[in-house]
């Protein structure tokens, strides 16, 4: 299992990169200033999935967890995180 880390600004940003063969995708929120995801494309802020809360898990599985994540945040905010993926079968 890879582990990483992840930002995001009031400008709509990559915070995993796509991965074909990944099938679960943990992401954690570390931050208070809310963000807003986007699968596969461009994060728009307060749109799509929306982490608001310091310690914030959330799992995402199969075809969603091979696009790459995008996040956004209010301007002159930034969130940061942690994420996990899975690569093959991983419990």
């Given at each position: 299992?890879?582990?990483g880390s992840w930002s995001a600004t009031s400008a709509s940003g990559q915070?995993?990169?796509a991965n074909a063969?990944?099938?679960?995708?943990?992401?954690?929120?570390n931050t208070s200033d809310p963000c807003s995801l986007g699968f596969g494309e461009a994060a728009v802020?307060?749109?799509g999935i929306?982490?608001?809360?310091?310690?914030?898990i959330m799992i995402v599985t199969g075809e969603?967890?091979?696009?790459a994540i995008y996040?956004?945040?209010?301007?002159n905010k930034t969130a940061t995180g942690g994420y996990q993926e899975?690569?093959?079968?991983f419990a």
């Amino acid at each position: 299992m890879a582990k990483g880390s992840w930002s995001a600004t009031s400008a709509s940003g990559q915070l995993v990169p796509a991965n074909a063969y990944r099938d679960k995708l943990i992401i954690q929120m570390n931050t208070s200033d809310p963000c807003s995801l986007g699968f596969g494309e461009a994060a728009v802020f307060d749109e799509g999935i929306r982490l608001r809360t310091t310690g914030t898990i959330m799992i995402v599985t199969g075809e969603l967890a091979r696009k790459a994540i995008y996040g956004i945040c209010d301007t002159n905010k930034t969130a940061t995180g942690g994420y996990q993926e899975g690569l093959g079968s991983f419990a």
